[in-house]
T-cell receptor
């Protein structure tokens, strides 16, 4: 099936630092989505991107849909302890295909 | 209910047992999805329902996996003759329509011994 390559696999950062993670695909995607998953819970949608080049913010989070439609990044500014969790990129590579997820970036924030 | 509800939260099964996992989607949501999430991995698509119709079951790993949504609301994922490789978190998600935002349940963690 379609593969999403997400990096880094894990990050340890100091509270207050900015974070950047990205996702690439060998195929063109029509939508890019970023989710956060806390332990024992299902993923929760953070940001959805629908057009190439789109840059969208949600509070301290900013995500962009790459121009080539094969990549996306997520930035978190001024990290806080509650940002800890696993962040997943996901996308649809055509209109009616199921949502495909990356393997996740595990974020740890050191106070 | 306010969100997607899944039961049980945890299920331990002996190899060879059959299990049934339940999903209560958000009321009024037409679309329902099942995903399998292995330890340390992202969720992987299993199957999709629009109302009671199962429109996509391309992700079901074998014929031991069966899903139904007979009245277009509650869905059940059944795994027959469980194997150790079936151990995973099974996530259910619903959305108003297929193209709308997905709301996930907390999942059922299945451990096959």
């Amino acid at each position: 099936g379609q593969q999403l390559n997400q990096s880094p696999q894990s990050m340890f950062i100091q509270e207050g630092e900015d974070v950047s993670m990205n996702c690439t695909s060998s195929s063109i995607f029509n939508t890019w989505l970023w989710y956060k998953q806390d332990p024992g819970e299902g993923p929760v949608l953070l940001i959805a991107l629908y057009k190439a080049g789109e840059l969208t913010s949600n509070g301290r989070l900013t995500a962009q849909f790459g121009i080539t439609r094969k990549d996306s990044f997520l930035n978190i500014s001024a990290s806080i302890p509650s940002d800890v969790g696993i962040y997943f990129c996901a996308g649809h590579y055509s209109g009616n295909t199921p949502l495909v997820f990356g393997k996740g970036t595990r974020l740890s924030v050191i106070a | 209910g306010a969100g997607v509800s899944q039961s049980p939260r945890y299920k331990v099964a002996k190899r060879g047992q059959d299990v049934a996992l339940r999903c209560d989607p958000i009321s009024g949501h037409v679309s329902l999805f099942w995903y399998q999430q292995a330890l340390g991995q992202g969720p992987e698509f299993l199957t999709y329902f629009q109302n009671e119709a199962q429109l996509d079951k391309s992700g079901l790993p074998s014929d031991r996996f069966f899903a139904e949504r007979p009245e277009g609301s509650v869905s059940t994922l059944k795994i027959q003759r469980t194997q150790q490789e079936d151990s995973a978190v099974y996530l259910c998600a619903s959305s108003l329509t297929r193209k709308e935002k997905l709301f996930f349940g907390s999942g059922t963690q299945l451990s096959v011994l």
